[in-house]
C-alpha cells in the first residue's frame, strides 16, 4: 500500500535535516576555534617561558649545542637572535652611510672639482698658501704696518687657486683676494699656520739677556678677515681670531694655528683679504682660506 507524503511534510523534513546540519557544523566550527585558541594560548606561554628561562648560547664550548637543536625554546630564541642582529645590522648600516654623507658634505669645501659625485656649491672658492707667502709679507710689513691704510696686521698676498687642493669655482682670485661675483650669504673660513723660531735656549740656560725678554714678552699671533667694498674705501673687519703664546725653548720651532669661520652677506665686486700679525714667522704652506655661497 502506497504511502502518500503531502508537500508540507516533506518540507518540513528537509527543513529539518538542514536544520540539524547546521548546528552540527556550528557546533565543530565552535569546538575548533576554541582548540585552535587554547593551542596559540599554549605556545604563547611557551615561547615566553623559553625566553625567559633560556640561556644565551655559549659558544663552541657547549657540549650539548647538538641536542638543543632539536628543542623548540632553542628554535624560538634562535630565531629571536637572529632578527635582532639582522634589525642591528640594517640600522649600523644606515647610521654609516649617513655619517659618511654627512661627513662628505663637512669637508666639502676643501674639496677639488676633481672629486667626481660630490657636487661643489655654484659659487665657492678654497685657496691655499705658499712658501713664498712668508717673504712677500715680511716685505710688505717692512713698508708698512698696514694701520695706514685701513687695516691691521700684514696682508697676505700669495695663495694658490688652482694647483693642489684649491680650487676657484664661479670666483676670481687677484692679488690675493677673493672676488665675490653675486649677492648672498656666504660662508667664510680662514686658517693660518705659524712656525715660531726658538731661542735656542733651554729652561735650565739663562745665557743672553735678550733671549731672556723675547720668551718673558711672548708674542701676539692674530688672523684679521677683511671685506673690501667698491662704495667704501676704508676695508670692513669681519672676524677676527688671536693668541698669546711663549717663545718656544730648546730647539725645535714651536707650532701654532688659528682658525675662524662664519657666514657674511656680501655684495657682487666684494673683495675678501686676510692679514695676520708676526707675517714673517707663517708658513704658508700650511694656511689657507676660502668662501662659498650658501644662500
Known amino acids: 500500500m502506497a504511502v502518500f507524503v503531502s508537500p508540507q511534510c516533506l518540507g518540513m523534513i528537509i527543513l529539518g535535516v538542514v536544520l540539524i546540519q547546521t548546528i552540527a557544523v556550528s557546533v565543530s566550527f565552535m569546538y575548533f576555534n576554541q582548540v585552535l585558541s587554547t593551542m596559540k594560548e599554549s605556545f604563547s606561554r611557551s615561547s615566553v617561558s623559553c625566553l625567559m628561562n633560556s640561556n644565551p648560547p655559549s659558544g663552541p664550548?657547549?657540549?650539548?649545542?647538538?641536542?638543543?637543536?632539536?628543542?623548540?625554546?632553542?628554535?624560538?630564541?634562535?630565531?629571536?637572535?637572529s632578527h635582532i642582529e639582522k634589525a642591528m645590522a640594517d640600522r649600523l648600516e644606515k647610521e654609516m652611510s649617513k655619517t659618511i654623507k654627512n661627513g662628505l658634505t663637512?669637508?666639502?669645501p676643501v674639496l677639488?672639482?676633481?672629486?667626481?659625485?660630490?657636487?661643489?656649491?655654484?659659487?665657492a672658492a678654497h685657496v691655499?698658501?705658499?712658501?713664498?707667502?712668508?717673504?712677500?709679507?715680511?716685505?710688505?710689513?717692512?713698508?708698512?704696518?698696514?694701520?695706514?691704510?685701513?687695516?691691521?696686521?700684514?696682508?697676505?698676498?700669495?695663495?694658490?687657486?688652482?694647483?693642489?687642493?684649491?680650487?676657484?669655482?664661479?670666483?676670481?682670485?687677484?692679488?690675493?683676494?677673493?672676488?665675490?661675483?653675486?649677492?648672498?650669504?656666504?660662508?667664510?673660513?680662514?686658517?693660518?699656520?705659524?712656525?715660531?723660531p726658538s731661542t735656542g735656549e733651554t729652561e735650565a740656560d739663562g745665557k743672553g739677556d735678550v733671549g731672556v725678554v723675547r720668551m718673558e714678552e711672548g708674542a701676539q699671533l692674530v688672523q684679521y678677515v677683511y671685506k673690501k667694498m667698491s662704495s667704501y674705501t676704508v676695508p670692513i673687519l669681519l672676524m677676527k681670531s688671536s693668541r698669546s703664546v711663549c717663545w718656544p725653548r730648546g730647539q725645535e720651532p714651536g707650532l701654532f694655528s688659528l682658525h675662524q669661520a662664519g657666514t657674511a652677506f656680501l655684495q657682487p665686486a666684494d673683495r675678501l683679504f686676510i692679514t695676520v700679525s708676526n707675517a714673517s714667522t707663517m708658513d704658508g704652506r700650511a694656511s689657507y682660506f676660502g668662501a662659498f655661497l650658501v644662500g
Open 128 to 196: 691655499t698658501g705658499v712658501a713664498s707667502s712668508m717673504e712677500n709679507s715680511a716685505s710688505e710689513g717692512s713698508r708698512s704696518s698696514g694701520s695706514s691704510k685701513g687695516y691691521l696686521g700684514e696682508r697676505i698676498r700669495s695663495w694658490e687657486g688652482q694647483r693642489g687642493l684649491s680650487f676657484l669655482q664661479n670666483m676670481e682670485l687677484k692679488g690675493g683676494e677673493l672676488l665675490v661675483p653675486r649677492a648672498g650669504l656666504y660662508y667664510i673660513y680662514a686658517q693660518t699656520y705659524f712656525r715660531l
Open 106 to 108: 663637512a669637508v666639502l
Open 61 to 81: 664550548e657547549d657540549t650539548a649545542a647538538e641536542g638543543k637543536k632539536s628543542d623548540p625554546c632553542w628554535q624560538v630564541t634562535q630565531q629571536l637572535h
Open 112 to 123: 677639488g672639482p676633481a672629486m667626481r659625485g660630490v657636487p661643489l656649491p655654484k659659487v
